[in-house]
T-cell receptor, first 114, second 114 residues
Framework: NAGVTQTPKFQVLKTGQSMTLQCAQDMNHNSMYWYRQDPGMGLRLIYYSASEGTTDKGEVPNGYNVSRLNKREFSLRLESAAPSQTSVYFC?????????????FGSGTRLTVV | KNQVEQSPQSLIILEGKNCTLQCNYTVSPFSNLRWYKQDTGRGPVSLTIMTFSENTKSNGRYTATLDADTKQSSLHITASQLSDSASYICVVILFSGGYNKLIFGAGTRLAVHP
């Protein structure tokens, strides 16, 4: 069981470039999430998708867009990367969006914007 | 101010010793409190989940406690092993702003030395 798979694992971008981070889960989960993790801070929610066909903003959505391509895949797009977006990005999924469900995290994408 | 504060920031112990990590939170009420283990270069993995009314939850050598009166939780690791070297993250989950909000602490980085 692969769980949550993120690609790429590492990426370096120049300021102003765009890219898409990919995430796929094989657990038939309904809900998917994108977080960013910065040094000395807890993970913060960027966007989430409670179910296929829906997406909503989290705490720090500025500069990002998302697409729930199907039930398995949830991508995060940076249209014009900025140095402030240098971070480690984690995708996660849960069976449903209730507070009592477990969350499975991917291994992360380490993004550097120069 | 972060609503979930963890201490210490980092900790070094010798293999076989016990240790206790602390989590103080200001979020109340909440649905449940979780402890996650995050190995370097990996995503967080759930260790324990406690509801507001639970006091203790164990998972092998890991025991989490919750004191709702003092708004404190702790994670006790017994007979530490080299593989326990990781960051341990305290997370409070509640339903807020129309979605399930996970409030992450910044983590305690534990190093177990032989």
């Amino acid at each position: 069981n692969a769980g949550v798979t993120q690609t790429p694992k590492f990426q370096v971008l120049k300021t102003g470039q765009s890219m898409t981070l990919q995430c796929a889960q094989d657990m038939n989960h309904n809900s998917m999430y994108w977080y960013r993790q910065d040094p000395g801070m807890g993970l913060r929610l960027i966007y989430y998708s409670a179910s296929e066909g829906t997406t909503d903003k989290g705490e720090v959505p500025n500069g990002y867009n998302v697409s729930r391509l199907n039930k398995r895949e949830f991508s995060l797009r940076l249209e014009s990367a900025a140095p402030s977006q240098t971070s480690v990005y984690f995708c996660a999924s849960s069976e449903r969006s209730g507070t009592n469900y477990g969350y499975t995290f991917g291994s992360g994408t380490r993004l550097t914007v120069v | 101010k972060n609503q979930v504060e963890q201490s210490p920031q980092s900790l070094i112990i010798l293999e076989g010793k016990n240790c206790t990590l602390q989590c103080n939170y200001t979020v109340s009420p909440f649905s449940n409190l979780r402890w996650y283990k995050q190995d370097t270069g990996r995503g967080p993995v759930s260790l324990t989940i406690m509801t507001f009314s639970e006091n203790t939850k164990s998972n092998g050598r890991y025991t989490a406690t919750l004191d709702a009166d003092t708004k404190q939780s702790s994670l006790h690791i017994t007979a530490s092993q080299l593989s326990d070297s990781a960051s341990y993250i305290c997370v409070v989950i509640l339903f807020s702003g129309g979605y399930n909000k996970l409030i992450f602490g910044a983590g305690t980085r534990l190093a177990v030395h032989p």
